[in-house]
């Protein structure tokens, strides 16, 4: 018997061919998208190289004004050697970064912007002061004679206590009791002298604010701290209530004085001290109290303070 393909079967045939090339094109199509992405993805576009290029000093992030360059503050960018501009900082041999460069800025400079020496503040007499002071730290001045700076041998760079003596006085009620007004004599009569700062830097003595190692010891009059806000109200204050005296440190000396007691010219002596230890001695071994009074009304004995 003879097979008999209609119109229909070979229609569906023909279907089925269609659909096996279009399938096979667009599998063709997927396999070369997935590999021109893979061949272009795979390469770096990099800007050429210059065979005369060097290597300069660039901000590593933003650099804000007066700020003290430190680590991971500068990188070395590479740069075409005939676009290299005055005051560039260029990369000698392995020279590491970070050493390329220190102090403070006086301009702020942009993340990869170029950085040159002329924008550090320099140890020069107008702006040391400024280059020296580090943020929340105001300088101020002190006037301060010869022996109340060492004699001369404190120096820009010197760390120093400060010292007030001022007069006090302390009036004590007539009507208060004996050992009251004891105790006030017994620890001031007119003079106090207290630290009120600890471990100060010196900026500048007089109008210099560096010492050369040829320099002769010379008498400052006035003397320029670094101090925190509050500390430069102390020292306005102090100076208008009496001495101010510099104590100098030792290199490295940044321990804090824990005696807060405050020194007097009646507590400067013990002589005080010993008469009155012996004057309780001697009340308590012969029964003696010269502060009381007794009073005697037949049999009645009646102990009466003395003011």
């Known amino acids: 018997m003879q097979n008999i393909t209609g119109p229909e079967t070979g229609l569906k045939k023909m279907n089925k061919n269609i659909l096996i090339v279009l399938g096979g094109a667009i599998l063709a199509a997927v396999l070369v998208a997935v590999l021109v992405q893979v061949t272009l993805g795979g390469k770096k576009t990099t800007a050429p190289v210059s065979e005369n290029a060097v290597e300069i000093l660039v901000a590593a992030k933003d ?73 929340g730290e105001r300088a101020i001045s002190i006037k301060v004679s010869a022996e109340d700076m060492v004699a001369g041998f404190i120096a820009p760079g010197n760390f120093v206590d400060v010292i007030l003596t001022y007069k006090y006085r302390m ?54 701290l670094a101090v925190s806000i509050r500390a430069a109200e102390t020292l306005a204050l102090a100076s208008e209530m009496g001495t101010l005296t510099l104590a100098m440190r030792g290199v490295g000396d940044d321990v804090k004085n824990k005696d807060v007691a405050t020194l007097t010219d009646a507590r400067l002596t013990t002589i005080d001290d010993e008469i009155h230890a012996e004057s309780l001695r001697l009340r308590k071994e012969t029964g003696v109290n010269l502060n009381t009074v007794k009073v005697y009304n037949g049999a009645q004995v009646q102990t009466f303070p003395v003011h």
């Open 171 to 224: 009036t004590v009620n007539k009507e208060e009791m004996p050992q009251i007004r004891d105790m006030v004599k017994m620890n001031v009569e007119k003079l106090a002298v207290e630290t009120i700062l600890q471990n100060v830097r010196v900026l500048a003595i007089d109008q210099k604010a560096e010492k050369k190692k040829d320099d002769k010891i010379k008498i400052g009059k006035t003397v320029t």
């Open 63 to 135: 650099l804000r004004k007066g700020h003290e360059l430190e680590e991971g503050d500068m990188r070395w960018k590479s740069w075409d050697e005939d676009a290299l501009f005055k005051g560039a900082i260029i990369r000698e041999e392995d020279e590491v970064a970070d050493d390329a460069l220190s102090g403070r800025l006086d301009r702020s400079f942009g993340s990869g912007e170029a950085l040159v020496k002329r924008a550090i503040l320099k140890d020069s007499k107008g702006n040391y002061v400024v280059a020296r002071l580090k943020e």
